[in-house]
T-cell receptor
Framework: GNSVTQMEGPVTLSEEAFLTINCTYT??????LFWYVQYPGEGLQLLLK?????DKGSNKGFEATYRKETTSFHLEKGSVQVSDSAVYFC????????????FGGGTRLMVKP | NAGVMQNPRHLVRRRGQEARLRCSPM?????VYWYRQLPEEGLKFMVY????????ESGMPKERFSAEFPKEGPSILRIQQVVRGDSAAYFC???????????FGNGTRLTVT
């Protein structure tokens, strides 16, 4: 079956630091990959996605590249802000739409001023 | 255009009571998904419904849990005879079809005392 593994948090960074949150997956076939963000007390919001190998998803300064050879989809941002503090979820789906999602356990990011 | 609306935001039930969670999808969306987030864990798929039909309930516990999405009105997730292990955040998501990304609600946080 499908599974997603994320690095455990919390990840604590100072403002303007570089961020990497690791994500690896196991899936049959060629899944689509997603990063969702959950701000305190809110639901999940789609941050970015990639639907095939070597695709790079990007949004709001965040990036992730679909690496089929390493089955990874690591999230990166060059300079984090306090407002980026949230829980980040890596997920996969067997279809491009991402409506049947398998989530990782989430990684809490805390950015200090 | 209002987003996915879930109510109540917080629900407290004693062991053995029933919990009813409601989800109104975005306007024009006929596909509804329910996910459960246990404390410190990622979201787990529970059930996928279209109007008056259950499409996939592979993530639903075999007993005490049921879901419906009637022709009129919100989708309901019903948990009978709740136990402490049911305490979690329950998220609803909707989409207009099975080829579009999901839009998540803010969740219902169920606490069983």
């Amino acid at each position: 079956g499908n599974s997603v593994t994320q690095m455990e948090g919390p990840v604590t960074l100072s403002e303007e630091a570089f961020l990497t949150i690791n994500c690896t997956y196991t899936a049959t076939g060629y899944p689509s990959l997603f990063w969702y963000v959950q701000y305190p007390g809110e639901g999940l919001q789609l941050l970015l996605k990639a639907t095939k190998a070597d695709d790079k998803g990007s949004n709001k300064g965040f990036e992730a590249t679909y690496r089929k050879e390493t089955t990874s989809f690591h999230l990166e941002k060059g300079s984090v802000q306090v407002s980026d503090s949230a829980v980040y979820f890596c997920a996969l789906s067997d279809n491009n739409a991402g409506n049947m999602l398998t989530f990782g356990g989430g990684t809490r990011l805390m950015v200090k001023p | 255009n209002a987003g996915v609306m879930q109510n109540p935001r917080h629900l407290v039930r004693r062991r053995g009571q029933e919990a009813r969670l409601r989800c109104s999808p975005m306007k024009g969306h006929s596909h509804v998904y329910w996910y459960r987030q246990l404390p410190e864990e990622g979201l787990k798929f529970m059930v996928y419904l279209q109007k008056e039909n259950i499409i996939d309930e592979s993530g639903m516990p075999k007993e005490r849990f049921s879901a419906e999405f009637p022709k009129e009105g919100p989708s309901i997730l019903r948990i009978q005879q709740v136990v402490r292990g049911d305490s979690a955040a329950y998220f609803c998501a909707s989409s207009p079809n099975d080829n579009s990304p999901l839009h998540f609600g803010n969740g219902t946080r169920l606490t069983v005392t």
